[in-house]
Structure formats: C-alpha cells, structure tokens
C-alpha cells in the first residue's frame, strides 16, 4: 500500500485514488523567464519518483505540468505575486527579445534539461497563454457567483467569502503585510488578482493612465506583449489562475495528487484551493505534496551569492546530469538537500560503480538472459519487497537506494541480481539498461584460448588444494581483463570493468 505525506491534512495517509483506472497528478512547473536552476529540478524530481512508484505498483497515470509563460510578475519573491513587473517583459527587455521568444527559448532549455535527467514526461506540458479562454471562463464563473471583486489594476478573489481560505498553509503563514506591497484597494490583504489590466474595457491607455493619477496611482501603462480581450477589459491572466484552469481542464474539478514546491504551499496554492473549490463546490485536491529546498553549501541558493547552479554548471566541470539524479535520490524529498561538488563527485563515482555492477552481472548472466521466460521468472523476491516497501513509504529513495545496493552485494544468483536491478531503475531512472545495451559488446565477449587455458589450471591446482598458486594464476587472468566468479555450477568468466 502506497502513503504518502499530505500536506493538506499534515499526516502520512494511505494512498487511495478517486478512480482505481488511472491517477490524476498535477505538478507546478517552470515560469520560462530563465534556467532553471537545480532547485528548480529537485522538485520536478520529486513528481518524477511519485509517477515511476505509481506506475511501480501498476496504477495508470495522467500526469500533467504547466509551463508558465504569462502573468507571473516579480511581487511574488517578496510575498505579493499581484505585484512588481512581469517577469517575462522583464526578461525580454533584459535580453532585447520579445516575450514570446523569451518563453519559447527557456521553454526548449528547460525540455532539453529535464530530458537529460531522465524525468518521466508529462502526458501534456500545459502552456498558460495556450490557454487563456479556460482562464477567462474560470474568472467568469467564480463572478457568476459573487466571489470577486474590481479594483483599478484588476478582478481579485474575495477571500472573506471562502471561509476555508488557507487551510493548506495556516493563515499565521499569510500574514498581512509581511513584506508585502499593500495594495490599498483590496478589500483584504489575502485577496488576489485572477485578472490584471492593461486597462479597463472601453478606456483608452492614455483615459486609464489619467484615471490612476487621479486616484493617487501614478505609475506608467505601457503597452504589454502578451494581453488579451476579455469581458472586464485588455489584459492577463494572474499567476495562479492558470493552474485550476488547466489541472480541471485535464484532470477533473476533482483530481488525486497537486505537486509543487515548498516555497508554493503559503500562497499559490492556497490561492488555487480557494478559486478551484469555490468555483465548484467540490474538493479540489486529495493529496498535497511539496518538496523541501536545496541549499548549496549550507547556504541558501541565491543570485547574490552566485551560487544558482544549473544542469550546464555542472556537465561543464565533466559531470553527468544523471550523477546529479544519483545525488538526488540520496535524500528524502521533505529534508532539505545540501548541495556541494564533493558530494557531487561521489554520486557520479557511485553511479559509474552501479553500472559497472550491472554489465558485471549481465555478462554472468548472458547465457541466462537469452530465454525471455527465464528473464520473466527470475529476480530475487526478498530484495524487491524491501525495495517496493522503501518507495511505497512516502516514497523513502534514500532506503531504497540502499537496498539496491545491498542486492548488489548479496550472495544472490547473478541474474535474479540483474533482473531486480533492472525492475528498480523502474524508479531509480539511471538508465541502467540502456547502459548494458549501448556497452553490448562488454557482455558479449569472447574469452581467448590463453584465458581458458589459464582457467584450466587455475582448476586443477584448487582441485589440489594449491589455492596461493591459483590464486596466481588468477592475477595473470586479470592481466588479460578477465575475472573469475565461483560459484557452485563452476567457475564464471568475467570481464574487468573499470569505473
């Protein structure tokens, strides 16, 4: 049985899905205005294990992501996401492009990043400005029913009419005015905006530019490249309209597991509760699950420290973005990773000895390995119920991670070896069988006639109890990049991998 750590109720729960045919998950993805950064990743990491270990127990699995690349304006690092620029003018002033070029280009790093770690792909990445009319008809419903509002930059949620409001994060988390911009217009500083104007219906830019000074608001309107008509005026989605619109769209007004980071659980998420459930009148979500930060050397990772680490960082000092996945996998999703080079290298050294292992095991097991009903019957039973034990207990990596390798240092069969080997890489995801097949030719070797001829009498002499003599003759075995495994059927050859 699956648990898992539910936000919502702060309990691991038994994980049980809405429909038993296939399960619904919704994970948070990127804003497209820059890299993502390794933070970034560990979460979309976290989804990535929980789709592997559903599958695993063998659940079908709609998995969906957005992408946002609209209305995520820079008031959110300061606890406002109502406020600021947009972050995607922003970068496209930064970079002397339009935004539409900005998003498409972080869009297509970010793909090409998140296949390179080997992160299960979503069945659809669901694009904010893609859909903009689910937006509108969300915001539209939520109006039909009373629960917004318009001020001069835009409709916000009325939380007072959701009496539910911050359940998921606890309103001590939202406190007003904590390092947020106060927009004296609201009726409540937790109210947010579910449409932002560029300027109202039926005004001109220069009419709205005259009527904010007018009522004390003197900033500049200028003309966005990303808005859109709508029935309270030109403008654009806020940020978190976008995910209930495009989760429901997919997945139902109701649907099983909401993923996301950490730092999501105060305010955006809280926010997409309020506006999902109040638009419906039914529970949103089941399960909640956030991923904990990754610090790099202890501190905190920020621009200012420079210290914001993406996938490129790292294959430029020559290492593979699968050994930062190893890396990951090391600890458990809710505590806090500590990022640091040295640890790094190990993951990379602990990777390359994993698959050296694994060609090991599949050249002992090559004759085996042939008959497709011997590969379907094998796999060492007690190794695979620790295993799937470890990843059904909210999804405990680092256990399971120590149960492969407990395997692999076990006295069982070579093959029953391989063969859990490669159920576990089900959800480990290091690519251990397209390592044993691009290496093919390390598996099917040819042992030369001096090799059997020095297994010979290597045979013999432990035969005669000369065992430091044939262990002599074993060293001059491996001068030739072979070893030998005993074993009660006789003695196997090997070839040396080195890691």
């Keep these: ?76 690092n300061t606890g406002d996401a109502d406020t600021g620029e947009d972050r995607m003018e922003k970068a496209a002033s930064r970079e002397n492009k339009t935004a539409w070029e900005v998003a ?59 009496p539910q409001y911050g359940e998921l994060s606890d309103l001590d988390q939202i406190k007003e005015g ?59 989605p806020g940020w978190h309209i976008e995910c209930s619109a495009m989760s429901m769209k997919y997945l139902g ?23 999902s459930e109040a638009a419906t009148g039914r529970k949103f979500v089941n399960y909640w699950m956030h991923g904990a930060f990754i610090l790099i050397q202890g501190q905190k990772m920020s621009k200012s420290l420079g210290n914001v680490y993406r996938l490129y960082d790292l294959q430029k000092q020559g290492f593979e973005p699968l050994a930062l996945r190893y890396l990951y996998l090391l600890t458990h999703y809710r505590q806090e990773m500590n990022f640091t080079f040295p640890a790094l290298e190990a993951a990379q050294n602990a990777l390359n000895h994993l698959r050296k292992e694994c060609l090991k095991l599949a050249s002992l097991s090559r004759s085996a390995a042939e008959d497709e009903k011997k590969l379907q019957s094998s796999g060492d039973e007690e190794f695979e119920a620790k295993f799937e034990e470890a990843i059904n207990n909210d999804l405990n990596l680092p256990e399971a991670l120590r149960v492969t390798w407990d395997l692999v240092n076990s006295d069982a069969a ?49 035969k005669e109890k000369k065992f430091a003599q044939a262990d002599q003759v074993r060293n001059q075995i491996n001068n030739f990049g072979f070893d030998i495994e ?13 890691d």
């Design 178 to 236: 904590a390092r947020v911009e106060i927009n004296p217009e609201k009726r409540n500083a937790r109210d947010f905006a579910l449409w932002k104007f560029s300027y109202p219906d039926g005004v001109s830019m220069e009419e709205y530019q005259q009527e904010l000074k007018d009522s004390g608001v003197d900033k500049p309107i200028l003309k966005r490249q990303m808005e859109w008509e709508s029935p309270w005026g030109v403008g654009f």
């Design 1 to 76: 049985m699956l648990r898992l750590s539910n936000s919502l109720t702060r309990q691991i729960e038994d994980f049980v899905p809405l429909n038993p045919q296939i399960v619904g998950i919704y994970t948070c993805g990127p804003t497209v205005y820059n890299f993502a950064s390794i933070g970034n990743f560990r979460t979309y990491f976290m989804a990535d294990l929980l789709v592997r270990t559903l599958l695993y127990d063998g659940y079908n699995v709609k998995y969906i992501m957005n992408i946002t690349d609209v209305g995520h304006l820079t008031g959110d």
């Design 104 to 162: 498409q280009f972080y869009t297509e790093q970010f793909l090409e990043d998140f296949e390179a770690l080997n992160l299960t792909e979503p069945e659809i990445f669901a694009k904010a400005t893609d859909h903009i009319q689910e937006q509108i008809a969300l915001v539209k419903r939520l109006e039909q029913r009373g629960l917004t509002y318009q001020i001069s930059d835009g409709v916000y949620f009325d939380t007072s009419k959701f």
């Design 414 to 462: 070579p093959l029953d070896k391989y063969v859990s080997l490669l159920n576990f890489d089900k959800v480990l995801g290091l690519n251990l069988a397209e390592y044993v097949e691009e290496n093919r030719q390390e598996v099917n070797f040819t042992i030369p006639r001096e090799v059997k001829s020095l297994i010979e009498v290597r045979e013999q002499l432990r």
């Design 253 to 275: 007004e109701s649907f099983d597991i909401h993923t996301g980071g950490i730092d999501l659980k105060s305010t955006h998420h809280p926010n997409e509760i309020a506006q």
């Design 486 to 498: 005993d074993s009660p059927e006789g003695p196997k050859v090997v070839k040396i991998f080195n």
